[in-house]
């Protein structure tokens, strides 16, 4: 079965950084676009980052965007979230998910109804 396992979670301070990285086993990983969510409790669960089938395509929220870097490894079945200048509002937990797609297209990309397959989260905290 398709396993989502994230990791690199942890509380920084503001202005530091997290990798975030989220192994997937039991897919095809190069079939499947993977993108990056997360989530406060009590608030819908929110796009961060998406890239497509081989990375050639990068799509971010604008929250996020110039500060967060998302990319992936084929090779190891691995993707990944950079995130650099982190602010206290970025605190959440964070879920990388796949979609099975032949196509890029943002406007699915950032929805979350778009993934089949969710990991279990890793949560982010940053101090002010």
């Known amino acids: 079965q398709v396993q989502l396992v994230e990791s690199g979670g942890g509380l920084v301070q503001a202005g530091g950084s997290l990798r975030l990285s989220c192994a997937a086993s039991?897919?095809?990983?190069?079939?499947?676009?993977m993108g990056w969510f997360r989530q406060v409790p009590g608030l819908e669960r929110e796009f961060v980052a998406a890239i497509s089938r081989y990375g050639t395509s990068t799509f971010y929220a604008d929250s996020v965007k110039g500060r967060f870097t998302i990319s992936r490894d084929n090779a190891k079945n691995m993707v990944y979230l950079q995130m650099n200048s982190l602010k206290p509002e970025d605190t959440a937990a964070h879920y990388c998910?796949?979609?099975?797609?032949?196509?890029?297209?943002?406007?699915?990309?950032?929805?979350?109804?778009?993934?089949?397959?969710w990991g279990q989260g890793t949560q982010v905290t940053v101090s002010s």
């Open positions: 998910a796949a979609a099975r797609s032949n196509t890029w297209d943002i406007r699915t990309a950032s929805k979350d109804r778009t993934y089949a397959y």
């Open positions: 039991g897919l095809t990983f190069s079939n499947y676009v």
